[in-house]
């Protein structure tokens, strides 16, 4: 019997699927974290996600009902532990070299326009772009 050597994996597929403030930072947590340990990242952002790429709408995120946190004692919180702000996040992904990429039958069901995105550097892609992804044996795939 032969031992195989498990492939490296060396893709990080992120899916933001919520609009809440715990589910936005530790989903840009881990990218960062995969591109600084050398990984090629994408995120995926599709409905309540996409409140973090359209213009208006990031200020808007609340914590979720389950965390039990006021949004201005996560805010606090945040502040304390020395946190930037999820579009500050945001910026600091892209810089690194992580892959933003915005739903597009999601921008199509609530009426988002390209223009109406926060970043400029953001891909607009749909379900067969993911599914690519996600399909690649290299690739970890998470749902956030």
Known sequence: MSEETPSK??????VLSKGTLD???PALIIATSGVSLGMEVYMYFTFGGMK???????DTAE???DLGLSKEELKNLISQ???PSVQDMLKMAVEMGVHINACSPTMKLFGTTQENLTLKEADVVGASTFLGWASDPSAITLFI
């Open 9 to 14: 994996k060396n893709k990080l597929v992120i």
């Open 23 to 25: 589910a936005a930072y």
């Open 52 to 58: 973090f790429l359209t213009k208006g709408q990031s």
């Open 63 to 65: 914590p979720s009902k």
């Open 81 to 83: 532990g020395g946190m």
